[in-house]
């Protein structure tokens, strides 16, 4: 258990929520209904033995946490996975209740297993996990920018189409486009590009793909999309 204030709050909950789920428990001194939750949540919390976390936050103390959750009764409880609010319930609950709260939010076996398959992330485990949690985004990403490292194009694209475009898919699918083409003179390739992308849909969207291997924290592709831009428009 920790007391997280306005200052500690990223850090203590949402930070920390990517590595456990964190249970937040907005209370106050004067609520009698947080002083029966809150020991059941100590309780039934403790017992997860660390596989999940709970944070107390004062709302009188702590007016910018309070806001955030949009705070109109306490006490009010939100359980956060991945910096992402996942389930809540307002007022004082009974044991039974919040065991079950608690309960849902515990990783079970084949989870752990799936996590420490994406750890190792060669294809040999990927494939495991995969095996495990066929609709796993985070296991269908890493196996398919695995596949597509390894020439396995095809196969890696099938799998990205699964699940919802995002920019990770977005620079596999412009890795997989380009072949695994030299980055080491982009910036020759871009400006040969460069006065044919207004006419030709190949050209551009090469150009467009190799901007999206680049990244964009590569500060020429910040400089290569105004280029861009001035030629198509």
Request: charged letters at 25%; a negative charge; hydrophobic letters at 40%.
């Amino acid at each position: 258990m920790a007391d997280v204030t306005d200052a500690t709050f990223e850090t203590d909950v949402v930070q920390r929520s990517h590595q456990v789920p964190v249970v937040v428990d907005l209370w106050a001194e004067w609520c009698g209904p947080c002083k029966t939750l809150g020991p059941i949540l100590d309780k039934v919390i403790g017992e997860t033995n660390g596989g999940v976390e709970l944070a107390k936050v004062d709302v009188d103390a702590n007016p910018v946490v309070a806001q955030a959750f949009r705070v109109q009764s306490i006490p009010a409880v939100y359980a956060m996975v991945n910096g992402e609010i996942v389930d809540g319930f307002m007022g004082a609950q009974g044991e039974a209740q919040v065991r079950e709260f608690v309960e849902k939010l515990v990783p079970t076996e084949e989870q752990n297993e799936v996590e420490r398959l994406l750890e190792i992330g060669d294809v040999p485990s990927l494939n495991q996990a995969y095996a495990l949690e066929p609709d796993n985004p985070d296991v269908l990403t890493a196996l398919a920018g695995k596949l597509i490292e390894e020439g396995q194009v095809d196969q890696g694209l099938a799998l990205l189409d699964k699940i919802p475009e995002s920019p990770t898919t977005r620079h596999l699918r412009a890795l997989a486009r380009t072949g695994g083409e030299s980055m080491d003179d982009v910036e020759g390739t871009l400006a040969a590009l460069l006065p044919t992308v207004k006419f030709n849909d190949d050209d551009r969207q090469r150009f467009v793909d190799l901007l999206e291997v680049l990244g964009p924290d590569d500060p020429r592709t910040a400089d290569w999309r105004r280029k861009l831009s001035t030629a198509l428009f």
